[in-house]
């Protein structure tokens, strides 16, 4: 529907931007945290782009506080930052290390004198190795403890002051690339075991929400779920189907389980079928329907558009682009139900991400109609290259274009009815790409960090730093 008028964006709209432990701090090994399994990972050569690590990343650790005085200036209304857990258990459980909470703790209440409110993910996939060395780490259901047992224990330390809270980051993602494509730790693939894996873990995003009504009542939670909306490639009904299939199997499957605790039937089927689903035991299915959480968390980023593909057709997990080569990405294919083509009526990024803010309009329209529940956009933003210019400015108009696009089509769909509750920009700072380095910058400020040598890890404010700062001001009416 085309609008004469948009709606203004709510007053309290949180307007923010986002980080991630493991991306920004550094200090891998500093005042008592334990190994995590990125830790490990990075250094078995060929797994990131030019073998970079998190070891310092962008020494969030140590500078904090200018990096929340960046924020303050800017007049961010909300930070989301994730717990790295093995600061807090070295070992995944067993004894806490106060040193960690102290560090989360001065950081929130950094935010909190400057106004900022604090959004708090629980996980942001770095888990404690030593739960992977002991028992497989998501592998086993003994996770579920561990994990309820982290994150109660994150409630009691900092739910006083933290209201909003994410509990798994990228469910989807952590777990298709850890054990579908094994580009992520533990870097296993066997169809069968991913998706058991993402199984335990949603057993464990509930209880964690589970817990939550207990000791933060006036709190509000939800996962953050990596969106990608699925587009047919056609009109013809086969390609329908397609991304009909598509958007259940790499949509619904989680977000189903969030909202209403229940896999999708097609889906069920079809992995019945083959021999994988997931085996349930007695009680999951209950702990899943009680975990309703209060907003969907969506990190948008792009469509994907899907064709027919028929039973002897395209097998692949597919090719990313992990380098900044454009036109490097191969499509992926599930025989018999779908597979991803090209779509050329979008522009790409250089690592052959679709760029569609339409797109996002659709993803949150269609949420609403399935879920009816509040949206937090909990990730948004441009991965590209960035260029320091003679006189050490960075003139990133292309991001501004990329999340003012954005922006316009929360607008519409806020004008359309849906309830957005905040957009969290990634990233504040520039910071490590899991797979891409630094070159692949995506922050409102710059960090001078890169792949290799020593750099000074100053932070710049970008030409987008001054702009973002101008639309919160005006609550989004200057775009
Ligand atoms: C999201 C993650 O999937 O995408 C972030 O939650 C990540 O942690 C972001 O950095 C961008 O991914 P990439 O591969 O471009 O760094």
């Given at each position: 529907m085309l609008h004469e008028s948009l709606k203004s964006f709510p007053k309290d709209f949180l307007w923010g931007a986002a980080s991630a432990a493991y991306q920004i701090e550094g200090a891998w090994d500093v005042?008592?945290?334990?190994?995590?399994?990125?830790?490990?990972?990075?250094?078995?050569?060929?797994?990131?782009?030019?073998?970079?690590?998190?070891?310092?990343?962008?020494?969030?650790?140590?500078?904090?506080?200018?990096?929340?005085?960046?924020?303050?200036?800017?007049?961010?209304?909300?930070?989301?930052?994730?717990?790295?857990?093995?600061?807090?258990?070295?070992?995944?459980?067993?004894?806490?290390?106060?040193?960690?909470?102290?560090?989360?703790?001065?950081?929130?209440?950094a935010l909190i004198k400057n106004n900022i409110e604090p959004i708090l993910t629980i996980y942001h996939w770095d888990?404690?190795?030593?739960?992977?060395?002991?028992?497989?780490?998501?592998?086993?259901?003994?996770?579920?403890?561990?994990?309820?047992?982290?994150?109660?224990?994150?409630?009691?330390?900092?739910g006083d002051r933290v209201k909003y809270w994410v509990s798994l980051n990228e469910q989807n993602i952590f777990t298709r690339l850890g054990y579908q494509t094994a580009m992520h730790p533990p870097g296993v693939k066997d169809d069968k075991?991913?998706?058991?894996?993402?199984?335990?873990?949603?057993?464990?995003?509930?209880?964690?929400?589970?817990?939550?009504?207990?000791?933060?009542?006036?709190?509000?939670?939800?996962?953050?779920?990596?969106?990608?909306?699925?587009?047919?490639?056609?009109?013809?009904?086969?390609?329908?189907?397609?991304?009909?299939?598509?958007?259940?199997?790499?949509?619904?499957?989680?977000?189903?389980?969030y909202a209403w605790g229940e896999y999708p039937t097609a889906s069920w089927n079809y992995l019945g079928r083959k021999g994988i689903a997931p085996q349930l035991e007695d009680g999951d299915l209950e702990l899943l329907k009680e975990s309703k959480p209060d907003f969907m968390g969506v990190n948008y980023y792009q469509t994907t558009t899907y064709e027919k593909n028929p039973?002897?057709?395209?097998?692949?997990?597919?090719?990313?682009?992990?380098?900044?080569?454009?036109?490097?990405?191969?499509?992926?294919?599930?025989?018999?139900?779908f597979k991803t083509v090209k779509n050329e009526n979008m522009e790409r990024t250089n690592w052959d991400w679709n760029i569609d803010p339409q797109g996002l309009r659709i993803g949150l329209r269609r949420i609403t109609n399935r879920y009816s529940l509040p949206i937090l956009i909990s990730e948004n933003g441009l991965g590209e290259y960035d260029k320091v210019e003679?006189?050490?400015?960075?003139?990133?108009?292309?991001?501004?274009?990329?999340?003012?696009?954005?922006?316009?089509?929360?607008?519409?769909?806020?004008?359309?009815?849906?309830?957005?509750?905040?957009?969290?920009?990634?990233?504040?700072?520039?910071?490590?790409?899991?797979?891409?380095?630094?070159?692949?910058?995506?922050?409102?400020?710059?960090?001078n960090q890169h792949e290799e040598g020593e750099h000074d890890l100053k932070r710049t404010k970008k030409k987008s730093f001054y702009w973002y700062k101008e639309v919160i001001a005006s609550n989004g009416s200057e775009l």
């Open positions: 005042d008592g945290k334990g190994i995590s399994n990125w830790d490990k990972f990075v250094r078995i050569p060929g797994k990131t782009f030019k073998g970079t690590n998190g070891d310092v990343a962008v020494d969030h650790y140590h500078r904090y506080r200018e990096d929340v005085q960046l924020m303050a200036e800017m007049g961010l209304k909300t930070y989301r930052f994730s717990v790295s857990w093995p600061r807090i258990y070295p070992n995944g459980r067993g004894e806490v290390n106060q040193k960690g909470i102290d560090f989360y703790n001065n950081l929130i209440d888990l404690p190795q030593a739960l992977q060395d002991e028992y497989g780490g998501w592998e086993s259901r003994k996770i579920v403890e561990d994990f309820k047992n982290y994150s109660i224990t994150l409630y009691k330390a900092f075991l991913f998706y058991q894996v993402n199984h335990h873990a949603s057993l464990a995003n509930a209880a964690a929400i589970k817990e939550f009504r207990n000791y933060v009542p006036d709190g509000k939670i939800g996962p953050s779920f990596a969106y990608s909306p699925a587009y047919g490639a056609t009109s013809k009904p086969e390609d329908v189907l397609a991304a009909e299939n598509a958007e259940e199997l790499t949509n619904h499957w989680w977000m189903d389980v039973l002897d057709g395209v097998t692949s997990e597919g090719h990313f682009n992990n380098t900044g080569k454009k036109g490097t990405m191969e499509d992926t294919g599930v025989p018999g139900l003679a006189d050490g400015s960075i003139q990133d108009h292309y991001r501004i274009h990329y999340i003012g696009a954005h922006l316009k089509a929360i607008q519409e769909a806020i004008t359309d009815g849906v309830d957005v509750i905040g957009y969290c920009v990634w990233s504040f700072t520039d910071l490590l790409s899991w797979l891409n380095g630094f070159q692949k910058r995506y922050g409102l400020v710059h960090v």
